[in-house]
């Protein structure tokens, strides 16, 4: 047992925006820290996901649009300066989005913690 390899998305970080269905549409932002472990010869990716909700406002009224289409935040590269120069970029990509941007910049209405095998 132990923490898979980059290659083997062993350790990442996930920004994820959008309206879906399981959050029943509502306005939502999602950071994860997703890790693989080795499990038996084979590799369990699991995550920690934080969901910021928000309530409606016409900032960011096109968001259903946004999920998908445009590229959201995923990062692999190992924890240290790469590491950082990939968030930081991520960081720079949300402040070209307006609709992404003013959620980022909005308070939250509510938010849920949770952790479980991905995929």
């Known amino acids: ?14 920004v994820q925006w959008g309206r879906w269905s399981w959050d029943d549409g509502q306005p939502s932002l999602g950071f994860t820290r997703q890790v693989g472990v080795w499990e038996e010869g084979e590799v369990e990716l699991w995550g920690v996901e934080l969901t910021l909700y928000y309530g409606e406002d016409p900032a960011w009224a096109g968001l259903g649009s946004l999920a998908w289409n445009d ?22 990509f949300v402040a070209t989005i307006p609709e992404v941007r003013a959620l980022w910049q909005a308070v939250p209405v509510s938010s849920a913690l949770k952790m479980e095998r991905a995929g």
């Open 1 to 14: 047992m132990g923490v898979a390899p980059v290659e083997e998305d062993g350790d990442g970080f996930i």
């Open 71 to 92: 590229s959201m935040g995923f990062d692999f590269d190992p924890i240290g300066p790469e590491r950082s120069v990939a968030l930081d970029g991520i960081a720079a």
